[in-house]
Structure formats: structure tokens, C-alpha cells
């Protein structure tokens, strides 16, 4: 992503951080919906959603993480978006549940 930006944009440290930030950004947002997903009242996920998403973004951790140019920005957003699409998988399956009996 980096490569990507420094190519279109030339070689400075806006276009070096810039896409960590993006990933950063995308990673609170993924999370905020997956954690909205589980409420079945829109109001209780929102916030929810909103205080996960919060959660991530001021985490010292992830704040220093998405603040340098290395992968961990990546595997972040990437394990969120893998994790929203197993609980959309798992939503979906006929007859899946936490504990269905089937």
C-alpha cells in the first residue's frame, strides 16, 4: 500500500503515512460493524459499535501502531475484516447459532 502511495504521490512522509492512517481509520470502522452486527436493537449496536470503534482508536498500542510505516497496520485491519466476515458467515448458515442443537 505504501509502494502504492509513494508512486502516485512522490516520495515525502505525507504519502509514506498516509496509508496508515487510511488502514487505521478502516480498521475502527470494520469493527464498529461488526460489534453493531450482534445487537439486534439498532440503538444498543450503535453505540455499542461506537464505543468499541473508540476503544481501538485510543488504545496506546494502535495509536503508536498506525502512527509508523510497518505491516502491523495491515495485519490489524485485516484480522477485523476476517473477523466481520466470520460473523457474517455464521449469521447466514441455515440453522447456525451460537448453541443450535441441530
Known sequence: MTGLSVRAFGVNSWSVMAPQ???????????????????????????????????????????LMFRFNNPDALLVLLLTVAAYCLMRATSAAPGAGWCSSA
Open 21 to 63: 492512517a487510511v488502514m487505521g481509520v478502516a480498521a475502527v470502522a470494520v469493527l464498529y460493524c461488526a460489534v453493531r452486527r450482534v445487537f439486534a436493537d439498532n440503538n444498543d449496536g450503535a453505540a455499542a459499535g461506537l464505543l468499541a470503534g473508540a476503544v481501538l482508536a485510543v488504545t496506546p498500542a494502535a495509536a
